[in-house]
């Protein structure tokens, strides 16, 4: 099933639901992990053709050669590992505070072009006026030459006039553009003030979330970590358990132990493939417009002459063992026991099995591989059971997972008169 899985890249959202998480992890890590390798594939083959693309190129075509440093591989000029290259906080008070000189700048030019609008008109209508002569008191004392210089003394004094207004237009447009020089320092200093506030206020909630993406980033790193080698440890310990009891129950054989049943034989009627998806290797699904009826023919016909849900030994059927029941029914049945409980269902969306297992607080769902006449939970390099009765077996002494530590203690078994499993044995 994972081979079909990371062929295809993708997974159905029924065999999804019917993941716990840690096998949802697992599988995530090994979708990555064939992400990464077809990405090399592709490329190594992108980097090939190119190259052949290079040496079919003609030799006066235009082309770019980057320039190479003392080790040979291309020049690269990091941006302030430099002794005389800006920090990046300099850039930025730079970038500032030019910004602020221009907008400065922009309101100070408007202002004195405002100022030297009205000092022009002010200017220009103090010397329109000139002075009136009274003629008529002068007209019978003064002579032509009187006359003469009074015209003189008037043109000295307006010419007097004019450089006053002129003196004192030059000097109020100095004083003007004193005052505007000391405004528009004042401004320049205010906008970068506001321009570093807010550019302080950004840095310190763009921080904050940065703070945190890489807080949850660097706890979920450790929980995978944790997972993976958690699943090393499984393994492990699970490749020791499995030599260990292989060799107890050869040395039993050896001195004439118990021998078990011999399994009934195994019809290998051709099951209608029309509505099953998957690969042979694989577990099988099947599509969800004839699911039950589909299952229920494989049940029949594969599962029962491997004695799926007997228990060992026998010819009675595992108090542990459920038919095609739902999640929600399974919770139900387990929600009246204690910790430890445990059941095991035919999955309603796949070919294969479900253990659902009440914990301290919640439920969980593993899902069980049944293909390859054999019955292991969804994972890489798990154990293998012969039967389903051995997988119970081994996890009522072993956990499922090291880090829940799901230890088999009490089967769940059937309520009622009603038996769910009544339809797999029809």
Same mark, same amino acid.
């Given at each position: 099933m994972l081979e079909q899985i990371l062929a295809d890249m993708c997974i159905e959202p029924e065999l999804l639901a019917e993941l716990n998480e840690e096998q949802k992890q697992i599988l995530f890590f090994k979708m990555r992990e064939e992400q990464v390798r077809r990405w090399k594939e592709k490329e190594a083959l992108l980097e090939k053709e190119q190259s052949l693309e290079k040496k079919s190129k003609k030799a006066n075509e235009k082309s770019v050669k980057w320039l190479l440093g003392s080790d040979n591989d291309v020049w690269v000029w990091v941006m302030g590992e430099h002794l005389q290259d800006k920090t990046y906080d300099q850039i930025c008070d730079d970038i500032m505070a030019e910004r602020a000189r221009q907008q400065a700048q922009r309101e100070a030019e408007e202002i004195r072009k405002r100022n030297e609008e009205e000092l022009v008109k002010r200017f220009s209508n103090a010397l329109s006026l000139k002075p009136q002569i009274d003629s008529s008191l002068d007209s019978w004392k003064k002579a032509a030459i009187e006359e003469e210089q009074a015209r003189l003394t008037e043109a000295a004094e307006q010419k007097r006039t004019e450089l006053e207004l002129k003196m004192k237009e030059e000097e109020e447009r100095r004083r003007h553009e *004193? $005052?505007?020089?000391?405004? $528009?320092?004042?401004?320049?200093?205010?906008?970068? +003030? %506001?321009?570093? *506030?807010v550019q302080q206020t950004v840095q310190k909630r763009e921080d904050k979330e940065w703070k945190e993406s890489l807080r949850k980033s660097k706890?979920? %790193?450790?929980?995978?970590?944790?997972? =993976? #080698? @958690? =699943?090393r440890d499984d393994h492990k310990r699970h490749s020791l358990k499995a030599v260990e009891h292989g060799r107890v129950a050869? +040395?039993?054989?050896?001195?004439?132990?118990? #021998? /078990?049943?011999? /399994? #009934?034989? #195994?019809?290998?009627?051709?099951? @209608?493939? %029309?509505?099953?998806?998957?690969?042979?290797?694989?577990? @099988?699904r099947t599509l969800s417009t004839s699911s039950r009826k589909v299952i229920i023919r494989w049940f029949k016909e594969e599962q029962?002459?491997?004695? =799926?849900?007997? *228990?060992?030994?026998? $010819?009675?059927?595992?108090?542990?063992?459920?038919?095609i029941i739902s999640r929600e029914e399974a919770e139900d049945l387990l929600s009246s026991k204690g910790q430890g409980s445990f059941l095991i269902r035919v999955s309603e969306k796949i070919m294969g099995y479900v253990l659902s297992y009440r914990c301290q607080d919640s439920f969980k769902h593993f899902l069980i591989d049944a293909s390859e006449d054999s019955y292991c939970f969804l994972g890489v390099e798990q154990l293998v059971h012969s039967t389903l009765s051995d997988l119970v077996e081994y996890h009522k002494v072993e956990p499922v997972t090291m880090m829940g530590r799901e230890q088999l203690f009490e089967p769940c078994g059937q309520t009622g008169n009603c038996l769910d499993y009544s339809d797999l044995f029809q």
């Open positions: *004193e $005052e505007l020089k000391r405004l $528009e320092k004042e401004r320049t200093q205010q906008i970068y +003030m %506001d321009l570093k *506030e706890a979920a %790193d450790v929980r995978r970590r944790s997972i =993976a #080698k @958690q =699943a050869a +040395m039993s054989k050896a001195f004439g132990g118990g #021998k /078990p049943l011999p /399994p #009934k034989p #195994k019809p290998r009627s051709n099951i @209608q493939r %029309d509505h099953v998806t998957g690969s042979k290797s694989g577990l @099988q029962i002459p491997l004695r =799926a849900g007997y *228990e060992k030994h026998t $010819e009675h059927l595992a108090p542990w063992f459920h038919g």
